[in-house]
């Protein structure tokens, strides 16, 4: 039995995918994280994002946050799927699942992930501008 | 010895290539490779700073580098 789904797509991401597995008679909730792209940063607005990655390695990574969450906190599944390529406003870039027989676990290690995600995972984006680009985080 | 460096998000565009074939000295570290690298690309030094990965994993500064080994610049990260 697998517990974990990890997943980089150049397409776009299902939600449904994500829900269904995860989803269990033994469950007594599923906690969903999707992200979505705004449509400004610091009240500039944004054209779209451009997201890469270093995908053996982001897989790893991904991989090693889900082992993690099953390991720290009472969840029974586990997906995290992250896009790649350009992304439009309101499209989903990750989409993190979790399933539990109580709904506290699945709450912390849903945010256990995308915080550790935004850490670790050796993805990047580039924000387009109508008079520019920027990667982001990436200036002091 | 030789070694493969790769290259992503920013510093893809400071240094203009997305992988190069890099001589390095047995022994280094990867503080030594950090070194040579600034050295070698001063436009590193625009971002605040990098992290090394050694066959896709992170490695600490103290990790000695092996002929072959594929090594990657790491920006800080912003996927989400």
Redesign the interface.
């Known amino acids: 039995m697998n517990y974990t789904s990890i997943k980089i797509s150049s397409t776009k991401l299902n939600l449904h995918d994500c829900y269904s597995f995860v989803e269990d008679a033994s469950c007594g909730g599923i906690a969903l994280f999707v ?1 979505t792209v705004r449509n400004a940063t610091k009240n500039k607005e944004v054209k779209l994002l451009d ?4 995908e ?3 897989l ?1 990574e991904m991989q090693k946050i889900a082992d993690k969450a099953l390991e720290k906190f009472s969840i029974y599944k586990i997906a995290i799927h ?1 896009a790649t390529g350009e992304l439009q406003i309101g499209d989903v ?2 989409i993190i699942a979790v399933s539990s027989a109580h709904r506290k676990a699945a709450f912390e290690a849903c945010k256990f992930a ?1 915080n550790t ?10 924000e387009h501008f109508e008079d520019g680009e920027v ?6 | 010895m030789k070694i493969q460096l ?1 290259f ?3 510093t893809t ?1 400071l240094v203009g290539k997305n992988s190069i074939s890099f001589e390095l000295n047995t022994k280094a570290t990867v503080e030594n490779l950090k070194d040579l690298l600034i050295e070698q690309f001063p436009n590193l030094k ?3 700073q990098f992290a090394i ?1 050694v066959n ?3 490695a600490d500064d103290d990790l000695l580098i092996n002929n072959g080994d594929v090594v ?1 610049i ?7």
Not at chain 1, 51 to 54: E, I, K, P, W
């Open positions: 992200g997201f890469s990655g270093y053996p390695m982001a790893k992250h870039p990750v995308i995600l935004k850490d670790t995972v050796p993805i990047w984006k580039k990667w982001v985080n990436s200036h002091p | 790769l992503f998000g920013i565009d625009n971002i605040h990965a896709e994993e992170y990657a790491i920006p800080p990260v912003s996927g989400g």
